[in-house]
């Protein structure tokens, strides 16, 4: 196979073990080869307008940004990008977030290297890749009751330390308001106290600390 022939990939992380070992993986197969690297989320922009790649790899956490705002970019001015998350994420509505800014394809870091390639793969013939781990943090919470715009204030306020009259101050609301809020919060998650609100919260990708 011609190099002009092979799939090629753009590879975004911020760890250069992991660009490196992504590239040995990628670089042995006779099919795709990697032909950028990028550790940051506007490395990975130019690199997409310079070099136009047939699958790019893309972690959600970056030094400068969120992965998701980059996602959101490469796909406005690249709609037919292809585009798969490679992270160590696995909330669901990280993954919903993921999907629904563009993404072909949601991999965890810690699947064996044949999964990555062939998930590469089907992401470049036009499908998407969803693995069984995955769609599984999908599944667990269709249905579920979305946080509004208010309550994920709330609760991104609660997971830095704060009380609930600091809450008030900040969004200019009363403290009884704020009590409510907290109080459908758990009740959506499902959780028993404050803190296991803010626990499920980061693990499911609702906020990050």
């Not at 970056?62 to 992270?87: C, H």
């Not at 809450?167 to 809020?181: D, N, P």
């Amino acid at each position: 196979m011609t190099a002009s022939t092979r799939i090629r990939i753009l590879s975004v992380d911020d760890h250069p073990l992991i660009r490196e070992g992504i590239a040995a993986v990628i670089d042995s197969q006779p099919d795709m080869q990697v032909v950028a690297q990028a550790s940051t989320g506007r490395q990975a922009l130019q690199c997409h307008r310079d070099h136009q790649p047939d699958v790019t790899l893309l972690d959600l956490r970056l030094p400068d940004g969120s992965g998701i705002d980059v996602l959101s970019a490469i796909v406005a001015e690249s709609p037919q990008a292809r585009i798969v998350v490679l992270t160590t994420f696995e909330g669901d509505v990280e993954i919903q977030r993921a999907f629904a800014a563009g993404a072909r394809g949601y991999l965890l870091k810690g699947m064996p290297p044949s999964e990555l390639v062939d998930a590469i793969r089907h992401v470049h013939a036009g499908r998407k890749r969803i693995p069984p781990a995955v769609a599984v943090q999908l599944a667990e919470h269709v249905g579920d009751e979305s946080l509004t715009e208010r309550e994920l204030e709330v609760l991104q306020w609660l997971a830095e330390g704060n009380r609930n009259k600091d809450i008030a101050v900040a969004l200019s609301i009363s403290e009884e308001t704020v009590k409510v809020h907290v109080k459908h919060i758990m009740e959506k998650l499902g959780a028993r106290d404050r803190t296991g609100a803010v626990s499920i919260g980061v693990r499911r990708g609702i906020i990050q600390l």
